[in-house]
T-cell receptor, first 113, second 111 residues
Framework: GENVEQHPSTLSVQEGDSAVIKCTYS??????FPWYKQELGKGPQLIID?????GEKKDQRIAVTLNKTAKHFSLHITETQPEDSAVYFC????????????FGTGTRLQVTL | DVKVTQSSRYLVKRTGEKVFLECVQD?????MFWYRQDPGLGLRLIYF???????EKGDIPEGYSVSREKKERFSLILESASTNQTSMYLC??????????FGPGTRLTVT
């Protein structure tokens, strides 16, 4: 089955700096790559996603890049703010897997003042 | 706004008890999922359902069963709770497109 590795497990940045979280996956049939943000006491919430026919997608301060050849994708957060502090999960979905997601192990991001 | 609700935020049960976790979604989604979340392990899929009365095993189904009698409700059952089932349980739903919407989670402690 699919295996998703996520790094780093913790990340501390100063407010205003950029943060990058990377994930690698094993199944070349994966074609959907979402990123979820989980704040304390809440369930994960989708923040951005990318499909396999696109190399990069941006939404304000958040961007995701995908390298299908190397089987890795990354989340980039620019101009970090304290409210970006949370746990971030990457995930993959393969074709024909009935919407099943395989998640990475999570990255705890702390944005310090 | 999509809403996924879970019956309890915190639950404490004894070893051997039968435990029911309930999840309800209000957006007429076909797919529903149960995950458990443990530190350092991310979210792991227990069971999912793509239609009423349909269910499929996820990656870690041992010790769990599920029930989906109505489209909006998906129940997770621990037939005989054990201490290694102490965890955060998350329910999610999705339409035939890809985005999954999560509930707030139930933190279950088995003593």
């Amino acid at each position: 089955g699919e295996n998703v590795e996520q790094h780093p497990s913790t990340l501390s940045v100063q407010e205003g700096d950029s943060a990058v979280i990377k994930c690698t996956y094993s199944d070349s049939a994966s074609n959907y790559f979402p990123w979820y943000k989980q704040e304390l006491g809440k369930g994960p919430q989708l923040i951005i996603d990318i499909r396999s026919n696109v190399g990069e997608k941006k939404d304000q301060r958040i961007a995701v890049t995908l390298n299908k050849t190397a089987k890795h994708f990354s989340l980039h957060i620019t101009e970090t703010q304290p409210e970006d502090s949370a746990v971030y999960f990457c995930a993959t979905m393969g074709y024909g897997t009935a919407s099943k997601l395989t998640f990475g192990t999570g990255t705890r991001l702390q944005v310090t003042l | 706004d999509v809403k996924v609700t879970q019956s309890s935020r915190y639950l404490v049960k004894r070893t051997g008890e039968k435990v029911f976790l309930e999840c309800v979604q209000d957006m007429d989604h076909e797919n529903m999922f149960w995950y458990r979340q443990d530190p350092g392990l991310g979210l792991r899929l227990i069971y999912f359902s793509y239609d009423v009365k349909m269910k499929e095993k996820g990656d870690i189904p041992e010790g769990y069963s599920v029930s989906r009698e109505k489209k909006e409700r998906f129940s997770l059952i621990l037939e005989s709770a054990s201490t290694n089932q102490t965890s955060m349980y998350l329910c999610a739903s999705s339409p035939p497109s890809y985005e999954q919407y999560f509930g707030p989670g139930t933190r279950l402690t088995v003593t």
